[in-house]
T-cell receptor, first 112, second 113 residues
Framework: NAGVTQTPKFRILKIGQSMTLQCAQDMNHNYMYWYRQDPGMGLKLIYYSVGAGITDKGEVPNGYNVSRSTTEDFPLRLELAAPSQTSVYFC???????????FGEGSWLTVV | EDKVVQSPLSLVVHEGDTVTLNCSYEVTNFRSLLWYKQEKKAPTFLFMLTSSGIEKKSGRLSSILDKKELFSILNITATQTGDSAVYLCAVVFNAGNNRKLIWGLGTSLAVNP
């Protein structure tokens, strides 16, 4: 059982480049989340999805986009990367009736 | 405004000490409170609490919820250096037709030998 899988684990981007962080879960969870966590800070919600085809903004959506074409996948796209987007990104999922959140291992992104 | 507040923000103790971490919340339509431990990577699940007064226990860790006073505590007895981590609290609640989560900022625990 793979759970929540994120790729890549590490990436260095140049300012202005674009990239997509991939997230997949094999638990048939409806709810999926993207968080960023800056050093010494709490988790901040970027985008979330309550099911395939439905996404919504979280606390810090600017500079990011998401899509949810399938239940399994919830990619996060960074357009025109900025140094302020240097962070650790976590994807997470939760089932419809469950309250436990399952996290991916994280993606360390540096924008230089 | 819905919020989750953890205290203290950081704590330094010696091995063998007992620590108590606090998580208070203000949300409507509460469903559950979750505790996670985060070391260098992703948060790992510790406890889920939904009912008041029922202690959840796992080894040296235990947690309890007070839904009247709107808080939870996480206790760690006989602390070890491996307990050094950030402990995160999250609250799940109903908001309209959706279920939402709010995270606290975490308590950073350092256990010195």
């Amino acid at each position: 059982n793979a759970g929540v899988t994120q790729t890549p684990k590490f990436r260095i981007l140049k300012i202005g480049q674009s990239m997509t962080l991939q997230c997949a879960q094999d638990m048939n969870h409806n709810y999926m989340y993207w968080y960023r966590q800056d050093p010494g800070m709490g988790l901040k919600l970027i985008y979330y999805s309550v099911g395939a085809g439905i996404t919504d903004k979280g606390e810090v959506p600017n500079g990011y986009n998401v899509s949810r074409s399938t239940t399994e996948d919830f990619p996060l796209r960074l357009e025109l990367a900025a140094p302020s987007q240097t962070s650790v990104y976590f994807c997470a999922s939760r089932g419809e009736s469950g309250n436990t959140i399952y996290f991916g291992e994280g993606s360390w992104l540096t924008v230089v | 405004e819905d919020k989750v507040v953890q205290s203290p923000l950081s704590l330094v103790v010696h091995e063998g000490d007992t620590v108590t971490l606090n998580c208070s919340y203000e949300v409507t339509n509460f469903r559950s409170l979750l505790w996670y431990k985060q070391e260098k990577k992703a948060p790992t699940f510790l406890f889920m609490l939904t009912s008041s007064g029922i202690e959840k226990k796992s080894g040296r860790l235990s947690s309890i919820l007070d839904k009247k006073e709107l808080f939870s505590i996480l206790n760690i007895t006989a602390t070890q250096t491996g307990d050094s981590a950030v402990y995160l609290c999250a609250v799940v609640f109903n908001a309209g037709n959706n279920r939402k989560l709010i995270w606290g900022l975490g308590t950073s625990l350092a256990v010195n030998p």
